[in-house]
Each structure stands twice: as C-alpha cells, then as structure tokens.
C-alpha cells in the first residue's frame, strides 16, 4: 500500500484539533475493518472508496495522531496520486472537472457510479442518456 497525506486544518477550523487526511491505495489498502474499533480508542478512521476498489481507503485523523503504516507500506508524493488517478481515469474536484463546462461520461462519472440511469429527472439527463445508449464519447479524460 502506498500512502500520500496532507493537512486539512483550513477546512476544519471549527473543531478543537486541526485534522489531516490520508489516502492508501495498492495491494494492502483494505483497513476499513478496523476503523470501527479503531476510531474512539486511537482517534483515526479509515473509509473505503466508494468509486473503485483499487482507490483503496481513505482516512481522517488527528494532525497529531498519524495512522501506523503496514510494514511494507511507504510513504509518496501527493503528485504521484495524482499521476496514479490520471492513469486510470479517475478525475477530483473542480480543477480537474470544470464547473459547468464538463459532461459526465467525458470523466468516465458512469464507470464510478455516480450516475443513475433509472433515477429520473436531473440536469442533462437527455445528453447523457443519448450518449450513453450511442456509446459514443468524442473526448473523455484517459484510460
């Protein structure tokens, strides 16, 4: 499992402690199990991404209290997450999907269900839906 952190201290400046997060994705990155004993004794939780099994879990803690690593677990760069998400199409955030400028499936949104066919009536349903069923998408971030 490869590991990249950062500060989340700005977002969070209600609580009483500024808290960080942590990103594990690899072979090893399933610690979602232990996140619900884990969290009131030691002040960390891990989550499992919803969108793809191989984005692993994600974890929020204390900027005081960091997480143990796996034993062959490392520590990496924030730009090779980066890098990793870009390689097999995933997108996050504004910077990388424009505010209203974006379609959905041009950020392969379908393949990370965050789109429902059977849902019913939202923006942009008529393009997606047609998009959709012709299987053709012009542009569309990697893979």
Known sequence: MTR??????EKSSSLEEPEAASVGWGSRSDLCGMSASQVSDVGWQWFKDPRLDCLGSRGIFQSCKTPPLVEVDKETAKENYLLWRIEIGVAEGSTEIPKGEAMLLEYNLAGLNA????????????????THHRGVIRKRLLP
Request: hydrophobic share 30%; glycine share 22%; proline share 0%.
């Open 115 to 130: 789109i429902n066919s059977g849902k019913g009536c939202y923006v942009g349903q008529e393009l997606i839906a047609r």
């Open 4 to 9: 990249v952190g950062g500060n989340l201290s």
